[in-house]
């Protein structure tokens, strides 16, 4: 079996020992195996920062959002070979699509951000951020804000789920900022991410030393990070706090970003009622984001808080349409929605779902059994699309149980304000919506959750035809959310690429200020 391959200090690496088996998400077929020995990742770091650092570093931000353009259009021009790996997690096509046209979107848009909101010119080493204030009656002292990229490396740990949007997603803000990277794959769809690195290796386009690729376990990784490095790491909440208590991080306050679970919300305002457009969307919307990746979404709804009187309508509803989903093998062009990524990761839904079943009853699926066309149930990792119902609001389960896979809970409530404050005991989320036409109702409501959620969708059929759906982080939004949801942000334009560098206060005379920032008091 082809064991998969790291790259490091701009070499190909083949493991020393037989790691572990990486399975195929539809057969269950043994199609690789993944394993990080013998990889030297003190030297790894200390290459990241001594040749992939200095070599981005002398390039301007304009010639980085170049080589962004050309790595964008590279990929694009990649995409089938890609779907093709992709297709190996259980992705079908459109689960494809979104993870890897959607990752290549966000290195376009971050080579647009570094053409028009960094600096021009040669200079790519400094962002001048904010005005200049003058901090004296006579004007001869004066301060502003500088940011500088950090001179280590960008140390990126993803989640399984999304094997290239993610890389990429966090690939682009760190090279336009300057900073080289070291990405490491979850092991179970490595497989894609190996392909992924594979490619951009081949196209040549990156400078010595800027991506690295560590696949398998991270061995002692974190004991050799330093206080210019940056973790950023997606993945579950339980890793999250591992990680971020790990001594190597503590001890030198290294920048660590955790985008973790999240059991998000989703509100049906009262006024979108059977037969409203508005209680149309919010079933298409539950629905696709219960389907979409087969729920392996961080921000898909987990809880959906429709109200009281509401509940059964919205039930039997989605209950209709989830009975249309068709399971199974996405190679089949009549399957809507593949498998997990793995058996392991369904015995784990598996479980959760017995925990949320505690307060909850089934409304539609079986956890136990699905039709899977034209595969093997059992051997792929398929689960049917799981609907429950929890009449209880005040349960606490719901609220806390994160079944990462086709599951979201139907939770009523009584009035707004019951709403918001049943939203918050998610505890932090990365993604909320509200569906409504009611706009004083959604003030209300995103007034009373923001500090809750890193971002909320409004949805209603003036953006319903335009909108880009509850579960879809965009590079120009930041993607992150406080508390439960890790407490970090990615992206967010040009705030992804300031996350990658030093903010510094400068203070001194006009003419000393005028040649560091290189602009004049505002
Ligand atoms: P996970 O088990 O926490 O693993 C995440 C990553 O951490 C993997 O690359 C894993 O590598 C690595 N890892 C585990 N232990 C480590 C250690 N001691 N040192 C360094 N790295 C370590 O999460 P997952 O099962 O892959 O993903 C599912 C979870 O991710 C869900 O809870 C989901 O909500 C969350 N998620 C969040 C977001 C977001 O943006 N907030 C996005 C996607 C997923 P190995 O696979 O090699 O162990």
């Not at 064991?3 to 020393?16: E, F, G, K």
């Not at 951020?129 to 301060?143: C, H, I, K, Y």
């Not at 960008?154 to 399984?160: E, G, K, R, S």
């Not at 389907?291 to 509803?317: F, H, M």
Request: glycine share 12%.
């Amino acid at each position: 079996m082809s064991a998969l391959r790291s790259y490091v200090q701009d070499r190909w690496h083949t493991p020393d020992d037989e790691g572990v088996p990486v399975h195929h998400a539809v057969t269950g077929e043994e199609i690789a195996r993944a394993s990080s020995a013998g990889v030297d990742m003190a030297a790894a770091l200390r290459h990241a920062r001594t040749v992939g650092g200095p070599e981005l570093r002398s390039l301007s931000f304009r010639q980085r959002a170049d080589l962004l353009t050309e790595l964008g259009t590279y990929l694009r021009g990649h995409r089938e070979e890609l779907y093709a790996v992709s297709a190996t997690t259980g992705a079908t096509l459109y689960d494809s699509k979104y993870d890897i046209d959607g990752g290549i979107r966000v290195v376009q848009a971050y080579a647009e951000t570094g053409r028009r909101e960094l600096p021009d010119g040669d200079e790519g080493l400094v962002f001048t951020e904010g005005p200049q204030v003058s901090l004296s009656r006579d004007g001869t002292f004066l301060g502003g804000h500088i940011c500088t990229p950090i001179r280590g490396a960008a140390v990126q740990i993803n989640a399984y789920n999304f094997p290239v949007w993610a890389p990429l997603e966090k690939l682009a803000p760190a090279l336009l900022a300057g900073v080289p990277s070291l990405v490491k794959p979850a092991t179970p769809t490595c497989q894609l991410t190996s392909r992924l690195i594979e490619l951009i290796v081949e196209s040549g386009l990156l400078p010595p030393g800027t991506l690295q690729f560590v696949c398998g376990g991270a061995g002692d990784l974190l004991d050799h990070v330093t206080e210019q490095d940056l973790v950023s790491f997606t993945g579950s909440a339980a890793t999250a706090e591992r990680l971020r208590t790990h001594p190597g991080v503590v001890r030198q306050a290294v920048r660590f970003n955790a985008e973790a679970d999240s059991v998000n919300c989703s509100v049906l305002g009262p006024d979108a009622t059977p037969g409203t457009p508005e209680f149309v969307l919010y079933v298409d919307q539950l629905v696709t984001e219960m389907t979409v990746k087969a729920g392996q979404k961080c921000t898909a709804i987990r809880r959906a808080l429709v109200p009281a009187e509401l509940l059964d309508a919205v039930s039997e509803a989605t209950a209709a349409r989830l009975a249309e989903v068709v399971v199974g093998d996405p190679a089949d062009p009549t399957v809507r929605m593949g498998a997990l990524a793995g058996v392991g990761q369904r015995e784990e839904v598996r479980r959760s779902v017995k925990a949320l079943l505690d307060s909850a009853r089934l409304v539609s699926g079986d956890p136990d059994r699905v039709d899977a066309r034209s595969a093997d149930a059992e051997r792929g990792a398929f689960l049917s699309p799981l609907l429950l119902r929890c009449d209880d609001p005040g349960a606490t389960a719901p609220h806390e149980v994160e079944a990462f896979g086709p599951v979201s809970t139907l939770v009523p409530y009584t009035s707004r304000e019951h709403a918001v404050f049943l939203a918050a005991r998610g505890r932090g989320s990365l993604a909320g919506s509200v569906v409504t036409g009611d706009r004083a109702f959604a003030r209300e409501f995103v007034l009373g959750l923001a500090p809750w959620h890193g971002r909320i969708l409004v949805l209603d059929t003036e953006s319903a035809q335009a909108s880009t759906g509850h579960g879809s982080p965009l590079p120009a939004l930041i993607h992150g959310g406080p508390g439960r949801a890790g407490g970090g942000e990615e992206m967010g334009g040009l705030r992804g690429v300031l996350h990658h560098m030093q903010r510094t206060a400068v203070q001194g005379g006009p003419g000393a200020l005028s040649a560091i920032l290189g602009r004049a008091a505002d």
